[in-house]
């Protein structure tokens, strides 16, 4: 009788084998499509958040009041609930525990604290002296909404003076539904004279759909990748064909939400009904449709 039972568990493990095999997998390859960030047994996390509080976590970001204006953007930037906030269940659109949300509001007439005027306010947040590391990998899932005339970013900033502790721009979108673009910023090579790139989505997967947006930064190149695929990389000797490598300081994560200003008017040379936006978007902020939703921010560095 014990050998039948033991005969008969063998039986069911080897039918049973497969299909544990395949539901694994299944889960693996889910968890992989849903964008859960990718730590190799290489690597060893440094900085993480998925945004699963009630509100923003301040011991590893800081939150941006206005007081630079650059680019002639049509934003000033406010601590806010209304433009920065954590969203949770359906109001995060699929994010996994949460997602941080930064949305921009009409505010005809707001008056900053040196005294400009704006139309529009927003939310920006950085990790400057709270999260600083130099070198690694730099990932973040983060959908957006289309409309010509926003702006939002994710990016790292060197500490000291611009451009010449450096910028990497890893994501940065001007409301074109298609394409997101990458670029680098150093002394000399800074501006309308950074070094940049384009990525077009396929047209089912576009970029009001979640991506994983990041960059491999090491002492001789940045590899920018969206998704897992490369789309740009940038060496050591090609930034000093043109200046002083600017990458091998400490830096810190900022997420943004920029409306107009100059490189969206570059790239539809709108005027009205404000500089480089569009009427339509106009009417998508003021009804609260433009928003950039991040599920997480994750860092990681390879082990010594």
């Known amino acids: ?13 080897y039918r049973l084998y497969p299909l544990l095999f395949l539901l694994m997998m299944c889960v693996v390859s889910c968890t992989s499509m849903r964008g859960l960030p990718n730590i190799g047994s290489e690597d060893q996390l440094v900085f993480f958040d998925d945004f699963s509080g009630t509100k923003l976590d301040t011991a590893k970001w800081n939150v941006e009041v206005t007081g630079m204006h650059v680019n002639n953007e049509l934003q000033a930037y406010i601590d806010s609930s209304a433009t920065i906030y954590l969203a949770q269940g359906n109001t995060a659109q699929g994010a996994h525990n949460g997602a941080l ?43 957006l909404t289309k409309g010509a005339g926003l702006w939002p970013a994710w990016w790292i900033l060197g500490a000291g003076n611009w451009p010449e502790t450096g910028e990497i721009d890893i994501m940065e979108s001007v409301g074109e539904n298609d394409w997101a673009s990458a670029a680098i910023h150093g002394p000399s090579y800074s501006g309308d004279a950074g070094l940049s790139n384009k990525y077009f989505f396929n047209k089912e997967n576009e970029i009001d759909q979640w991506h994983i947006y990041s960059v491999d930064w090491t002492p001789d190149a940045l590899v920018f990748k969206y998704d897992g695929k490369p789309m ?64 997480w921010v994750c860092i990681t560095q390879k082990k010594h």
């Open 101 to 143: 949300v930064l949305q921009p509001h009409f505010a005809p007439n707001y008056l900053t604290k040196d005294g400009q005027q704006f139309h529009f306010v927003s939310g920006r947040i950085n990790t400057n002296n709270k999260v600083m590391f130099c070198y690694g990998t730099a990932s973040a899932r983060i959908k």
């Open 232 to 295: 740009f990389r940038i060496t050591k000797p090609m930034t000093q064909f043109f200046g002083k490598w600017a990458f091998d300081n400490q830096k810190y994560l900022i997420l943004n939400f920029a409306v107009g200003g100059i490189y969206p008017y570059k790239t539809n040379g709108l005027k009205l009904p404000y500089y480089g936006l569009a009427d339509s978007t106009l009417q998508a902020i003021k009804a609260g449709k433009s928003k950039m939703l991040v599920d």
């Open 1 to 13: 009788m014990y050998f039948k039972a033991i005969c008969m568990y063998q039986l069911l493990s």
